[in-house]
């Protein structure tokens, strides 16, 4: 057991340094960084442009980094476009507690209020995609339209690191085994092709992980979040939905991304090839291309076969898998 301790000391003190703050992103960009008190947390956000407000959450484990190739795009199309480090993530404030569900819906809808946004098109990335769907959940009124991009929400079988970060005990200290190495195979696996991943994206991506508090908040991420969340609720996701997925995420499998879509009344399925679970950072020029056609002309014409009784058919045996899997 001493032998052991002692090789964790060795390697939570071998941690890489991080960059500093002023190489942070968004520096060298036209963005600048702000930051907003919401619900005892300090969140870290961006908000520029004018016209429709866009909003995006990042996945578990990102930042608004994760945004940093689709943010101008947008903007320079003439919307407004805020990106947001989430609570626990990024260099935002990681508490000991607050990572519920129902919390970071509430801290979606306060920040939209501080930045007297009255509803925005939510763009959510994995686990921020099921919570842009739960917040069109409480409060379609804030929702103008969703984009889910390789969404959790129906849930899938967790790798055993997640599962052991969720002990009382073992779980702090397995999170606290993090360096820049484990930080670039993680990004790496989020990409169909590894070798796009720069040692910049490493870089940004490390900064908030070599953060004293992260262990804490991602362990309370994995103890209190919910990430199937959406399992029995798609039929009620009122505003027009994009679910966009790219065809090699090992993630969360495409087929859950087809569940998603033929379950939410309004909803179209599109995907992009040669791309992974992190679509957006490696596909941008085609997620953003999809993602202005959705803004300017709303959804693709719906197939009328999602609305068929096979494919509902198929959504609840899908369904019933997934329960049945996350229960053995």
């Given amino acids: 057991m001493k032998r052991l301790l002692l090789c964790w000391l060795g390697i939570t003190a071998c941690r890489a340094a991080a960059i500093p703050e002023a190489g942070r992103f968004p520096a060298g960009t036209g963005f600048v960084a702000r930051r907003v008190w919401i619900d005892g947390t300090s969140i870290r956000y961006i908000d520029s442009g004018t016209g429709p407000a866009v909003m995006y959450l ?31 993530f990024g260099f935002s404030d990681k508490p000991a507690s607050g990572y519920d569900n129902g919390s970071y819906v509430r801290l979606v809808v306060a920040l939209l209020d501080s930045l007297h946004v009255p509803y ?52 702090p200290l397995v999170l606290a085994l993090r360096g820049r190495a484990v930080t670039r195979r993680l990004l790496e696996a989020t990409y169909a092709d590894p070798r796009k991943v720069s040692a910049a994206d490493i870089d940004q991506y490390y900064a908030p992980v070599a953060e004293p508090d992260y262990g804490r908040g991602l362990h309370g991420v994995l103890r209190e979040f919910r990430f199937d969340c959406l399992t029995d609720q798609l039929e009620h996701i009122a505003p027009p939905t994009l679910v966009l997925w790219g065809e090699e995420d090992r993630l969360i499998p495409i087929a859950l991304g087809r569940t998603l879509a033929a379950g939410i009344p309004h909803a179209a399925f599109l995907s992009v090839p040669q791309a992974g679970h992190a679509v957006q950072e490696e596909a941008p020029g085609e997620v953003n291309r999809l993602l202005l056609r959705f803004l300017k002309d709303g959804l693709a014409r719906v197939p009328g076969d999602l609305a068929t009784r096979q494919t509902r058919q198929y959504i609840s045996s899908t369904i019933r898998l997934i329960k049945r899997d996350r229960e053995a």
């Avoid at 578990?60 to 190739?69: D, F, N, P, Q, T």
């Avoid at 763009?123 to 009124?141: D, F, K, N, T």
């Avoid at 959790?152 to 599962?163: H, M, S």
Wanted: aromatic share 6%.
């Fill in 120 to 171: 925005a098109v939510l763009v959510g990335h994995s686990m921020g995609g099921a919570i842009a769907a739960q917040v069109a959940l409480a409060h379609p009124e804030r929702v103008r339209g969703l984009v889910l991009i390789g969404s959790a929400g129906l849930g899938v079988r967790e790798p055993i690191l997640l599962r052991v970060g969720r002990w009382p005990v073992l779980g």
């Fill in 58 to 88: 990042h996945g578990l484990g990102a930042s608004m980094y994760a945004w940093r190739k689709n943010l101008a795009p947008i903007a320079a199309a003439g919307y407004r476009v805020v990106a947001f480090d989430n609570r626990g």
